[in-house]
């Protein structure tokens, strides 16, 4: 069964330091999305990504967050400066429609220390 | 305010016991709900949707009831079993331009024994 993979399961880093996380979406899905979740709360929206570009974003995803689809495969979410407040995991989604199931990775813990 | 919640942050019940966790939306104009189970350590996974056209949806031990006179949505799992044990959360979509966001509530941790 097909499934969204993320890498690195585990990522630390300092403060105020750059870092890329990493999705391979279901092959023939077209829309990628990213959540986050804060230990012990809910799951929350980031943005939402077609054809190639944001269709959607929240609050949470300012000007520190960007995301790309560098090739036909991967799917990313730099953060420019960490701070202690993105500590969260991070889940990467997809789905085939606009209005369908959203397939979840396993999720990428980040730890900002 | 919150768009998605549960009523219970916790339910424990015994093995091969009915299962019941409630869920309350705020937006009636949402049109898709949809059950996520999360395990320690992974990633939400799919249990069961429901579309606003409908008011009971059953799969496998599952079934969700949705009533949007009271924007009120459901989660029955039939024959609870200790592999249910997980956080359950509810989602509804938010439709924009060329996609959907989950807006999703803070979770039910089901607790089952033997």
């Known amino acids: 069964e097909p499934e969204v993979t993320q890498t690195p399961s585990h990522q630390v880093t300092q403060m105020g330091q750059e870092v890329i996380l990493r999705c391979v979406p279901i092959?023939?899905?077209?829309?990628f999305y990213w959540y986050r979740q804060i230990l012990g709360q809910k799951v929350e929206f980031l943005v939402s990504f077609y054809n190639n570009e944001i269709s959607e974003k929240s609050e949470i995803f300012d000007d520190q967050f960007s995301v790309e689809r560098p090739d036909g495969s991967n799917f990313t979410l730099k953060i420019r400066s960490t701070k202690l407040e993105d500590s969260a995991m991070y889940f990467c989604?997809?789905?085939?429609?606009?209005?369908?199931?959203?397939?979840f990775g396993p999720g990428t813990r980040l730890t900002v220390t | 305010g919150e768009s998605v919640g549960l009523h219970l942050p916790t339910l424990s019940v015994q093995e091969g016991d009915n299962s019941i966790i409630n869920c309350a939306y705020s937006n009636s104009a949402s049109d898709y709900f949809i059950w996520y189970k999360q395990e320690s350590g992974k990633g939400p996974q799919f249990i069961i949707d429901i579309r606003s056209n409908m008011d009971k949806r059953q799969g496998q031990r599952v079934t969700v009831l949705l009533n949007k006179t009271v924007k009120h949505l459901s989660l029955q799992i039939a024959a609870t079993q200790p592999g249910d044990s997980a956080v359950y959360f509810c989602a509804e979509n938010t439709r924009f331009r060329a996609g959907t966001a989950l807006i999703f509530g803070k979770g039910t941790t089901l607790s089952v024994s033997s």
């Open positions: 092959s023939n899905h077209l829309y």
């Open positions: 989604a997809s789905s085939r429609d606009s209005n369908g199931e959203q397939y």
